[in-house]
Each structure stands twice: as C-alpha cells, then as structure tokens.
T-cell receptor, first 112, second 118 residues
Framework: SQTIHQWPATLVQPVGSPLSLECTVE??????LYWYRQAAGRGLQLLFY??????ISSEVPQNLSASRPQDRQFILSSKKLLLSDSGFYLC???????????FGPGTRLTVT | AQKITQTQPGMFVQEKEAVTLDCTYD???????LFWYKQPSSGEMIFLIY??????QNATEGRYSLNFQKARKSANLVISASQLGDSAMYFC???????????????FGKGTKLSVKP
C-alpha cells in the first residue's frame, strides 16, 4: 500500500515570504495527487489536483501554485504568503482502480 | 452542484454505546461514491468506509457501518460500541463517478466532532 510523506510538519512564516511544501508518495505509480487546505475548525477545501507529471488543475483562485516535477512528487508553492494562507495543508493520493483517497500527515502553516 | 451537509457540529456518546453521525448529499450524477474519514487531534485523515451509489448493500467495516438511504440522499455513519479512541472529527465526503473517474476529486462536509465519555 502507498505511503505519503509531507514536510515540513509545521512551519511559521512571515507575511510576504515564499512557501514550498513538499509531498512524496511511495508504493504506487502514476497516482492522482491532491492538495487540500483545512482552516481552523473547518472542513477540507481542494486546492489543486494532478493526474500526471506536469498536469495541474486549480480549483480555487489564490496566490498559491502547485507543480508535479516527478510522478510521485507534488509541490505547493507561493511567492508571497498572506495571513489568510494559514491552515493545515494535506496531500492526498488516489491510485487507478481504487476509490479512496489516502492522506499524508499534513503540514500546519502559520503566517504571522 | 455537489454538496455535502453535516448538521451536527458536535456529538456526545457514552463509552460502549452506538452513535449515528448524519450526512446528507446532493448531486445530479447517478454514479457517485460516499466516504467517511476520521480526523483525530493529530490532524491525519483516516479513511473509514466507502459506499458506491450502485452498491446493493450497506457498507460495513468492523465497528463502522454506513446507513445508505439513496432516496433520502443520506449516508449516515454508525459507530457501534464506542471507544474513547473514537473521539475525533468525522467528515463525510462525496465523489461523482463511482469507480475512480478521471480526477476523483472529493467534496467534504464541515465535519462533526464526536466526544466519547467514559
């Protein structure tokens, strides 16, 4: 079964600074990959998904971007963070033929 | 448009009793999948159970069962014999397209916080 790694686990960044969150997947190939954000006390909001290398779809317009340079690597970035970017960021993976998404441990981002 | 509604922000249950967490959904797609995830205080999202719209029987996984009422568009989670470790946030989610689909995107409800009392 697949294992999803995310780092860093926690991050405190000032407003206006850049961001790079990384997600890597082991144990599967050609997965669909997803970035979700969860604001405090709220449900999950899908930010980006990718069905293959270099293929990124955005669900919500914002100052974040995503890239998939390798089959099992998914990166979430920002050039300049906003206070509203604070939250819990979760990477998820779905493999072909399955129906469930498996989640990584998440990154807790605080923008100060 | 797809929508998931969880009307119970918080629930309390006595240890060893059963509890039902409500979830209603709205979709125009005849083929869809319904999911329940558990999120403990650590933040990880743990997959619990899945129900496909064409599945004839309600899904069960150990102490978890999904009470699927298609005509009412409800997919309630039943946890039997609650344990202290069941205290967590529970999220209902839906994906249009029953088996994977090209994107597999999930729409989540706002969640229900379950507290199990000793």
């Amino acid at each position: 079964s697949q294992t999803i790694h995310q780092w860093p686990a926690t991050l405190v960044q000032p407003v206006g600074s850049p961001l790079s969150l990384e997600c890597t997947v082991e144990g599967t190939s050609n997965p669909n990959l997803y970035w979700y954000r969860q604001a405090a006390g709220r449900g999950l909001q899908l930010l980006f998904y990718s069905v293959g290398i270099g293929q990124i779809s955005s669900e919500v317009p914002q100052n974040l971007s995503a890239s998939r340079p390798q089959d099992r690597q998914f990166i979430l970035s920002s050039k300049k963070l906003l206070l509203s970017d604070s939250g819990f960021y979760l990477c998820a993976c779905m493999t072909g033929g399955s129906y469930e998404q498996y989640f990584g441990p998440g990154t807790r981002l605080t923008v100060t | 448009a797809q929508k998931i509604t969880q009307t119970q922000p918080g629930m309390f249950v006595q240890e060893k009793e059963a509890v039902t967490l409500d979830c209603t959904y709205d979709t125009s797609d005849p083929s869809y999948g319904l999911f329940w995830y558990k999120q403990p205080s650590s933040g990880e999202m743990i997959f619990l159970i899945y129900q496909g719209s064409y599945d004839q029987q309600n899904a069960t996984e150990g102490r978890y069962s999904l009470n699927f009422q298609k005509a009412r568009k409800s997919a309630n989670l039943v946890i039997s014999a609650s344990q202290l470790g069941d205290s967590a946030m529970y999220f209902c989610a839906m994906r249009e397209g029953q088996h994977g689909g090209s994107q597999g995107n999930l729409i989540f409800g706002k969640g229900t916080k379950l507290s199990v009392k000793p």
